[in-house]
C-alpha cells in the first residue's frame, strides 16, 4: 500500500518548489500541479482498488519511526480510501474549472490550491487529534485566500467574517486538544477511544473537541458566516468548500465521535435543527449562491443528525451516511459549477440554461438527486433510513426529516421550474468553456451510474426496473432526431410492452392486467396524437417515456421498495410533462408539491409497516397490526393526492388545463388511475383489518362530496379543459366513493368506472384538445357552431359524453347501474343520494360542453378552420369502438372482472346468465339494451332523414330572435356564464375555500421564513456572538 | 495554597482569555478586534504552558549538569505542551498577519475600520 | 448598551463554565504521563538532541511542525498575493526616515540581531530556541531594518527563493527519513553524534536551519510587502 506520506510530500514539496517559478513559468506551473492533482486521485483509487478489490486490511502508517502514541499515525482504511478518493477526484475538478483563472495573474491560487487539498486529506487520515487542529488551521488559512482571489464585491469582509469565526472555533478544538492530553497522556484517537472510564476532564474535553467540529459545521443558528462565504465567494469556491470541506469535516466528526457516545443526541437534535431551519429561510432567498448556501447547510445538518444516529442505525449506518453524503457531495459540487457559469446571481438568470440543454438537463438532474427521487443513491439512503428509524420507533424523527426534505422540495422546484419557464431574454448569454462543462458533466455522469448501480445491488429492486430507464436515456441521447422518428420508436416500445409482456398477466394477475393495459394502450394512443406536432419536440420523449416506465414499474413491483420507486419515477416523468404547457410554471410547481407530499405521506406508512412486518413484499401490509389506522391513513393520503381528492385536488385543474393538447389525455385519463391502483392495493391489503372500517366510512364521505364538488365547479367554468379537469376530479371521487364501500358490487363498480373513465375521458381531451389546435382557445364561449367545420369532433364529444353521462346504450350506464345496486346494498344512502345528485349536476356541463363548442352560431373567425388532425382522430375513434364494444357486450369484461373480485368479496349477489346480469334489485342486459336503442336510433334517424329531402336551407342569419335580426354570430350564441341562476343558488359549494387554506399556510410559512433570517445581519460580530452563545448553551445543557 | 504558581498562572491564562473575547465581541474597530483575538490566543496558550508545570521540576533540557539523560525523567517536566505552545503561538501569528492584511484591504475599498460598516451580505 | 452587556453576561458565563470545567477539575500532577515518560528517559538514546522539546517538535510529532510551516507559508503566500494588487511605486520621499536614535542603533542591532537569529535556530537542539524562535527574531531585524531605512531597498526576490528552497529541502528531508529511516520524518538517517555537540541528534540542526531560514524569510516577506503598499495619500 502506498505511504500516505507521499501525498504529503508531492503536495508540500510541489507547493514550494512552485514559488520558486514565479510569473513566467505559469503554464508549467498549472501543468505541475495538475500531475499532482493526478497523482493524489491516483494514490487514493490505488487505496480503493486494494480495499475493494484485494481485501487489504486497515493499515496504520507510523512518522518518525515510532510507534503511536510517541508519534503521529495516518490510517488508510476502507472510509479514509473512499474519503480521500472524493476529495482529491473534487480537487482535481477544481482545479480543471479554475484552469482560466489561474492565468489571470493568479499564480498562488494553484500552490494554495494544493495545500488545501493535501490538508483535507489529512484531516481525513490522521489519528493524532492535535494534529487535526494543525490542519484545521490550515483549512483555514487556505480557504481564507481562497475566497479572495476572484475580487468579487464582497469577498474581502464575507472572508474577514469567515476568518475571525474561525479563529474562535479553533481556539475551543486547541483547548479541548490540550484537556485530553492533560487528562490522560496521549493525543492519540485509538487510546482515547479506548477508555472506559473517562475522567471528568476527559470528557469536558470530548465536549469541546465534538462541539467545535459541529461548529465548523455551520450549525443553525450560528452559521451566518458560513453564508457569507457562500454567496461572496466565487461558486467555484462555494464547490469546494460544500462539497470537500464539508464531506473532511462530516468524517473527521464521525472518526471522533468513537470517542463520543455521549453527544449522540446532541447531534441528532443540532443536525435536524439545521435541517428543518436551513430549508426553511431558504424559501425566501433570491440569491442562487446563498441559496446554495442553505441548502448545503441543511444537507450536512441531516448527515450530523445521521452521525448521531449511528448506533440506532446500526449496520445499516454506513450505508445510509454514505449515500445522502454521495448524493450530496455529487450534486452540491455540480449545482455551484453551474453557478460559475452565470454572471448573474438571481435565480431566475438560470433559464439562460434552456439554450444548452445538457445544462438544464444537468440542472435537472442534480435538484432531483438532492430532494431523493429514484434513481439517484440519496434514494435509497433516504428509504432505509426511514425504515430503520420506523423500527426503531422514532417517529417524531421520521416527522422531522420528511418536514424538512419537503421544505426544500419546495424552492428546488421552484426554482427549477424558474429554470424551466422564466424568459431568458435579459440575462447574459452563458459561455461554455470547456474547463467549466467537464466537471459538471462528469459529476452528473457519476450521479446518474452511481445510482443506477444502487438500484442494482439493492435488494428490493428488480433488475427489470432498469431497462426502461435505460431506455430513456437512449431516447434522449437521440434527441436530435425529428419528432416522428422518436414518437414511432416510443409507441414501438410501448407496443412491445403491451403484446410481449403483458398478456401473461391476464391469467396471473387480472388486477394487473387491467392497470397495465389501461397505462400501455392508454399511452400508444395518446402517443399516435403525437404525429400532429411537427418537428423535434425537444425534450417530450424522454419524460413521458419516464413516466410510462414509471407507471409499469407501479403496477409490476412485488417489494413496496419498487412500488415506491415507480412512484417517485412516474411522478418525475408527469412533472415536466405538466411544465411544458405555456402558462403551466405555478401549477407544475404546485403538483409537485403536493405529489411529493403525498409520496412523503406513503414513505412514512411503507417505513411503519415495514417497522412490523420486517418484510419488503407489498402484501406484507396485510399483517399490520400495530397502528394500522395510521397506517392506512397516511397511505390512503398518500394516494388521494395522486386522485385529487377535495381539499388535495386543488393542482389538478390548472395543471390539466394548461398541459399540452396530448399531454392532457395523458394525465387525466391514464396518471389518475395509478391512484387508483394504489388505493386498489391498500383496500385489497388491509380492507379485512377491522380497525380500518372507520377511516374507510370517511372516505366514502370524501368521495361523495368530491364528486358534488367537482362537477359544480365544471359547470361554472368557460375554459374547456378546465371543465373536463374538474369533471375528472368529480369521476375519482366516485370511483372513491365506489372503493370505499368495500363491498364485492362497490368494486366492480370503481373498476368499470376506472375502465369508462379512461375511455371517455381520453375522447374529451383528445377531441377538445385538437380542436383547441385548431381554433387557437380554450374559452368556450370563443368557439360555437363548429358542427359544421368539424363533425368528427362533433361525434366523438356527442360518445364522451352520453358514455359519461350514463345514459344507455353507452358503457356510462354500466357504472351507474352497479352503482346503484352497491349502494342500496350497503345502505349509505345519504351519501349515495350527493353523488346521485351531483351525476345530474353533471350533465349541466355536458350540455355547456358540446353546446358552446359545436352548436349555436358558427364565429367569423372561424369560418374556415379545419377538423381536427387525423393523428388526434385516430386514436379517439379507435376509443370510441371501445366504447361501442364495451356497451355492446360488456359481459365479456364484466364476467371476468366479477370472477376476479370474488377472490375478495367471495359473497355477491351477481350472477352472469348469457346475456343478463342479475344482482339483487334486478337485471340488466347490455347487449339488449344496445340493440333496442340502436334500433330505434336508426329508424328515427332515417325518418329525419327521409325528411330532411324536403328541407330547404336558410342562410345562417335568416332568423327572427325575441323580435330582432340579428346580423352577428356573438348576439345569438349566448354561452358565456350560462349557469349563472345556479351559480346564485349553489355557487357556495365551491367557493375556493381549500385554495384559500393552502394558501394561508404557505404565506404562513414564508412569513415565518422572513422573521428568521433576520438573525443574519451581517455583522461578523454578531455572528461570534452567535457561535459563543451557541457554545454557552450547550456547555449549559451538557453540564445538568 | 490559593497563590500558588499554577492557581496564579490559570487566573491570568482565563482572565486573559475572558478580557480577550470581551474585546472581540464589542469593540467596533477592526484592528482593536483583531488585539483582541491576539489577547485571547495568548491567554489560551498560557493555560497550555500551565498544564504543563509540575512543582519543583526544571525544564526538559540535558545540560550534562542538573538535568542528565538519566534523571531527566524524574528532574524535568513534560515536553510535549511545550511543543503543543510552540505550534499554537506560530498558527495564531500566521492568523493574526491574515486578519491585519484583510482589515488592510477592507479599509482600502471603504475607508472605514467599523465592523458594522461590512453589512452587505446578510439574511 | 444593553448589547453590550449581554454580551459581557455572555463572556463571564463562558467564563464560569471554563472555570467549573477546567480549573476546578486540575490537579497539579505528581509524574510524568506515559508519553512524557517515555520521551525524556528515551529521548538521550534515540535521538540524542539536548534539548529534549526540540525533539519533540522535529522528530517524535515533526507533522505538527510540517503543518505549522505549511501554515506560515499559506499566510505569506495568501497576504503576497492579496497586497501585490496595490501599485508598486510609492512614493519613497514620503515615507519618513526614523530618528537619529533608531539608525544609529540598528547599525549595531540589526547584525547583531541577525547573528542572534542563526545562532538560536542553528542550536536548538542543545539550548532552549529552535527554528521559529530563531526565524522571528531574524524577522523582528528586519522590521527594524525597514523601519529605520526606508530608502533601503532589499529585494524580496532573495526571501522568496529562500523561502521556497528551504521549504522543499524540509519536506525532502522528511521523504528522506521515510524512505532511508524508519519513517516520514525519522530524523535518524544521519548520524546521532555525541550529545551536547552541535553535530548531534541526526538531521535536527538541518531541519531547524531550513525552518529559521523559512520562518525568517517568510515573516521577512511579509513586512516588506507591508512596507511597500503605503497608500498615496496622506
Known sequence: MVSPYFLLGIGLGLAFLLGLLGQKARKSSSILILVALFSFVGISFSWLWQFLQENASVTQFFSAGFKPPFSIALQVGLHEAVLTSMINVMGLFSFVSLWRNMKDGNEKLGPILLILFMGLNMLVLTRDIFNVFVFLEITAIALGGLILFDEKKHARSAGFKYLIASALISTIYLLGAVLIYFSNGSLYLDDVMALNNMSPMAIVAVFLLILSLVLELKPFPANGWALDVYQGANPAIGAIVSAAIGSTMLFLLYKLMGMAAFMQEFLIAVGLISFIASNLLALVQKNANRLLGYSSIGQIGLIISIIGLKDILGDQFLFVAFMILITHFLAKAGLFWLSAMLKSDELKAWSVFRKKSVLLVLFGIFIFALIGFPPFPSFYGKWTLIINLAETHNYYLIAAILIGSFLEAIYLFRWLGYAIKVDFTEYDEVKINWEKLIPVLTFGALLLASGLYMAHLMPGIEDITLWPLLFILAIYLLDFLPAYIKNTISIAALAYFSFIILPPYYEKDLLRFIFLGIFAIGGILTLIAGYAYKGKRRGFYPVALLMYAGLIVLIQAETTLSFFFGWEIMTAGSYFLIIRGKRSMEHGLSYMLFSIGGAYAILAGLGLTFAQTHNIDILSLASVTVHAKLIFLLLAVGFLTKTAALGLHIWLPGAHAEAESDVSPMVSAILLKAGVFGLFILMIAMGKNPEVASIAYILGWVGALTALVGNLAAAFQEDAKRLLAYSSIAQLGYILFALAMMSHLGWMTAMVYSLNHFMYKAILFLTIGAVVLRVGTHSMYKMGGLIQRMPLAFIAVLVGIIALSGVPPLSGFAGKWFFYNAVLEKGWYFQGAIVFFSGIVAFLYLFKLIYSVFLGQLKDNLRQVKDISIWFAIPIYVLILGIMFFSAKPEWVLQPLSDMLTQWYPNTSLSFDGLYINSNFGYWSGTGVMITIMIMFIVLLLWLWILSRKVVKVKQFNIVYSAEAPQRPETTHVSYNIFAGYYKALGWIVAPKISELWNKISDFVVSVAHFGRMIYTGNGQTYLVHILAFIVVTFLWFLN | ?123 | MLKNSFIALLVLAFGVLLFHGVVKLYKVPEKLNRTAEFYNSNEASQIGAANVVTAVVVTYRGLYTLGEVTVLFLAASVIGFFLKRKKKTAPVDAKPAGSELMTTASKVLVPGSIILGVYVFVNGHLTPGGGFQGGAIIGTAILLLALANPTYSISKKVFHWIESISGFVFVAIGLAGLLLAGGFLDTRFLPNGEMLSLFSAGAIPLIYSMIGLKVGSEISGIILELNDTQPNQD
Open chain 2, 1 to 123: 495554597m490559593l497563590l500558588s504558581i499554577e492557581n496564579i498562572a490559570l487566573a491570568s491564562g482565563i482572565l486573559l482569555i475572558l478580557i480577550g473575547l470581551l474585546g472581540a465581541l464589542t469593540n467596533k474597530n477592526i484592528i482593536r478586534m483583531i488585539v483582541a483575538f491576539s489577547i485571547f490566543d495568548t491567554g489560551v496558550n498560557i493555560l497550555i504552558v500551565t498544564f504543563g508545570y509540575m512543582p519543583g521540576r526544571t525544564a526538559p533540557i540535558i545540560d550534562g549538569a542538573k538535568v542528565t539523560a538519566q534523571n531527566i525523567a524524574q528532574v524535568a517536566i513534560d515536553p510535549v505542551p511545550q511543543a503543543l505552545v510552540l505550534t499554537a503561538i506560530v498558527i495564531g501569528f500566521g492568523v493574526t498577519a491574515l486578519m491585519l492584511v484583510f482589515a488592510l484591504k477592507m479599509h482600502e475599498k471603504r475607508k472605514s475600520l467599523d465592523i458594522n460598516d461590512y453589512t452587505d451580505l446578510k439574511w
